[in-house]
């Protein structure tokens, strides 16, 4: 079974984010991890591009630092997208450190 842990809301001004979710949010998913959450998908509410960074250098150190464990980020609030992409994340053994952005259109057909 996957855990998810859904973060938010989060400050507008991306280094007001990250410092709010380091300093409030960091220290229970690190507890997560070594409590045993494996797979852990982090639930992002949407943002600006400018958030990209700071959240994919959070996913990353957290599956470095707690590998063989898994975790990865999602960025959505649609709900049908991040159940389609949990699903696809339980199936995806070898995922781990991504932070993916869901517009809730899907991916199409495969040609």
Do not use: K, Y
Request: aromatic share 4%.
């Amino acid at each position: 079974m996957q855990d998810v842990l859904r973060v938010g809301p989060l400050p507008e001004e991306p280094l007001a984010a990250a410092a709010d979710f380091h300093a409030r949010l960091l220290p229970g998913i690190e507890a997560a991890l070594r409590g045993g959450s494996d797979p852990l998908t982090v639930i992002f509410p949407p943002a600006s591009h400018e958030h990209r960074n700071w959240r994919l250098a959070a996913i990353q150190s957290l599956a470095r630092a707690f590998s063989p464990s898994r975790i990865n980020g999602l960025e959505s609030d649609n709900e049908a997208a991040i159940a389609a992409a949990l699903d696809w994340l339980a199936g995806a053994a070898g995922v781990t450190g991504q932070v993916m952005a869901l517009d809730g259109t899907g991916a199409g057909p495969v040609l």
